[in-house]
């Protein structure tokens, strides 16, 4: 099949054979036959929700919701949009995510602006947030929370929870520029950016000047987890897309994840909390290494929908805040 064809050269149809009134070319066409045709090429490029993308990729071109698109299969669109959708298709089928050709992701009940600097946010990770301010409910309104999300790329975990509470105060680290000039907007679209400092650096280090230490009440990540090794395992979206520097977290994955579990016993407050990401099989590793560490208690791990254990939830509880206690009792 003539996939190769340009959708920027007029007369050239993007997939199918001649004569096909689906097949995507530059001339008028109806958008019950682009969305046909999109389908078709998306399908033979081996995209599995095919019909879905395609549904997707011409309601945003349209600026209508996918569900309404079938109320406006009889419009026609002049063969210059009809080339823009071809150009849009042809970039789903070379594997491109669907949220970077939108450029935006929904996460929860926000919609984020998304680039190929930032990882497109996951729904794991919406459960993340659902999570993190749970053992901080019932605080009295006018206790203030100091939150940290290391790593924050498009600024999802740290705009959602600032939406979620006015109570928190929150620092969001990454140590990619784009990301933070991404996540810096995403926070003001949705009205917290005064609520979030952003500081570009390496996880805990940008915090030092705040002084922040023995502060913290809630660390949260969604670190890079992936083994290097598994990179070229990976589906072609996210291995030829998606940041390096967001998905891979050195030889085992778990290169960050120890430096975040380790860092944050300087910045916790007594009794506060961690909550991280992790990947598939991480678990056991993630937990000896947790309790290696001593100050951490009431370690859990949570399953996702697919039944992972993929959030580690733990309570800093340092061995000088035990004597106190235990000196208070007795
Ligand atoms: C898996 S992505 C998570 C992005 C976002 N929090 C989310 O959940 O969609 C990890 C992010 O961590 C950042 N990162 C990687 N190593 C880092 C480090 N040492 N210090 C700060 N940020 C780091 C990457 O740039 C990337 O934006």
Redo the contacts with the bound molecule.
């Keep these: 099949m003539s996939d190769k064809v340009s959708p920027a050269g007029p007369g050239n149809g993007v997939a199918g054979a001649a004569g096909n009134t689906d097949v995507l070319g530059a001339r008028p066409m109806s958008v019950q036959s682009i969305l046909n045709g999109s389908t078709k090429r998306l399908t033979a490029a081996g995209i599995e929700n095919a019909r879905q993308d395609a549904e997707f990729l011409l309601a945003d071109f349209l600026a209508c919701d996918h569900l309404k698109l079938f109320t406006q299969g009889a419009k026609i669109l002049n063969p210059d949009d009809v080339m823009k959708v071809a150009g849009r298709v042809e970039r789903r089928a070379a594997r491109c995510p669907l949220q970077y050709i939108l450029g935006h992701a929904e996460?929860l009940d926000l919609s984020f602006r998304v680039s190929p600097?930032?990882?497109?946010?996951?729904p794991e990770?919406e459960q993340?947030v659902q999570e993190a301010l749970k053992p901080f409910e019932g605080l009295p309104p006018d206790r203030r929370l100091t939150v940290v999300?290391?790593?924050?790329?498009?600024?999802?975990?740290?705009v959602s929870l600032a939406k979620r509470t006015q109570q928190a105060r929150l620092f969001?680290?990454?140590?990619?520029p784009e990301?933070l000039a991404l996540a810096r907007e995403n926070a003001a679209t949705h009205g917290v950016e005064e609520r979030i400092t952003f500081l570009a650096?390496?996880?805990f280090?940008p915090l030092r000047p705040f002084g922040l230490e023995c502060a913290v009440d809630l660390v949260c990540?969604?670190?890079?987890?992936i083994a290097e090794a598994d990179h070229p395992t990976l589906p072609p979206e996210v291995r030829d897309y998606e940041?390096r520097?967001?998905?891979l977290?050195g030889p085992d994955g778990l290169a960050?994840v120890r430096?975040i579990l380790v860092g944050a016993q300087a910045f916790l407050r007594p009794h506060g909390h961690l909550l991280v990401?992790i990947g598939f099989g991480q678990a056991a590793a993630v937990r000896e290494f947790l309790e290696s560490l001593d100050d951490y208690d009431n370690i859990q791990l949570l399953k996702d929908y697919q039944g992972i254990e993929r959030l580690v939830l733990a309570s800093y509880y340092p061995w000088s805040a035990r004597l106190q206690s235990s000196n208070q009792e007795a």
């Design positions: 996460f600097h930032v990882l497109i946010p996951r990770t993340l999300d290391l790593g924050t790329g498009s600024g999802v975990i740290a969001a680290t990454d140590l990619s990301a650096g390496d996880l280090e990540s969604n670190p890079p987890y940041p520097g967001a998905l977290g960050v430096r990401e």
